[in-house]
């Protein structure tokens, strides 16, 4: 597949370990890498994101074939896997690092991404705590934070193994 076929969402929910081996897992996503989205420090270390307040979300870039998956259905799994109504806070990790978030590099993403929202807050009396913003600025995390839970299996997450076998046998109907 031709990288110029290929779309790409950038998507943040907790600890960026988990999110991206589930991202990872479902067919139709091609490439993943996990990095620092959205904040006020240019290339930010994990350690400056984590107690420096820099702003920075721990965040997913998710690249993937639309012609065998769509976006609406990549929401739907990644909503499977967050707790949409948590402020700064996934599972046991806590700090605005780990907020949740939908940031596009496509405006013409948007109606999908609001609709998608708006659908999700109609299951929640509190209200969604899911940020939406256009991709400000994206820098790659440190090479062991890559694929990190393929290379260190016993690693924490906050996302079930059920949950990884879930979007490894993911299918959408186009």
């Not at 988990?18 to 290339?43: L, Q, R």
Request: hydrophobic share 30%.
């Amino acid at each position: 597949m031709e990288a110029g076929n290929l779309k790409e969402i950038y998507l943040a929910g907790g600890c960026f370990w988990g999110t991206e081996k589930y991202f990872a897992s479902i067919p139709g996503v091609v490439k993943t890498d996990v990095g620092y989205a959205n904040g006020d420090t240019e290339n930010p270390t994990y350690q400056e994101v984590c107690h420096n307040n820099t702003g920075h979300a721990e965040t997913v870039r998710v690249f993937y074939d639309p012609g065998r998956i769509r976006l609406e259905f990549i929401l739907k799994l990644y909503y499977d896997v967050i707790d949409p109504v948590s402020v700064n806070r996934q599972g046991n990790d806590i700090g605005r690092q780990y907020r949740t978030g939908i940031y596009y590099v496509d405006e013409g993403d948007v109606p999908t991404l609001k609709k998608s929202l708006e659908e999700l807050q109609g299951k929640y009396d509190r209200p969604v705590a899911v940020e939406m913003l256009p991709l400000r600025n994206y820098y790659l995390a440190e090479k062991y934070h890559q694929g990190y839970l393929d290379k260190n299996p016993g690693g924490y997450c906050h996302i079930g193994a059920e949950k990884f076998e879930k979007a490894r046998v993911a299918k959408e109907e186009l």
